[in-house]
Nanobody
Framework: QVQLVESGGGLVQAGGSLRLSCAAS????????MGWFRQAPGKEREFVAA?????YYADSVKGRFTISRDNAKNTVYLQMNSLKPEDTALYYC???????????????????WGQGTQVTVSS
């Protein structure tokens, strides 16, 4: 049984930083793409970043957010700098469905999801 547990969300002022963590269990962590998605109230879920051997970012966060992983700790991180009010959302981590390549920005390619951690950026 795969479990993903996010932490690190909170309230921060615009221009501030937060670091999200997602601890995974249940499968060989290093074999799978890990992704971060977010969903703001009234909006569709959107891709934020993903990592396997390479990293991938949505244009809206490129240059501000950094995804990384520690395979020894079965944990993926999302360092978020220069936060903007439009970054306010519930952030989810997800694990890829297949150990082979996936389309990283497609949420349907991820089989397991965490419960989400709230990020609120005040102006």
């Amino acid at each position: 049984q795969v479990q993903l547990v996010e932490s690190g969300g909170g309230l921060v002022q615009a221009g501030g930083s937060l670091r999200l963590s997602c601890a995974a269990s249940g499968r060989t962590f290093s074999s799978y793409t890990m992704g971060w998605f977010r969903q703001a109230p009234g909006k569709e879920r959107e891709f934020v970043a993903a990592i396997r051997w390479s990293t991938y970012y949505a244009d809206s966060v490129k240059g501000r957010f950094t995804i990384s992983r520690d395979n020894a700790k079965n944990t993926v991180y999302l360092q978020m700098n220069s936060l903007k009010p439009e970054d306010t959302a519930l952030y989810y981590c997800a694990q890829g469905r297949s150990a082979y390549g996936i389309t990283v920005a497609n949420g349907y390619e991820y089989a397991y999801w965490g419960q989400g951690t709230q990020v609120t950026v005040s102006s």
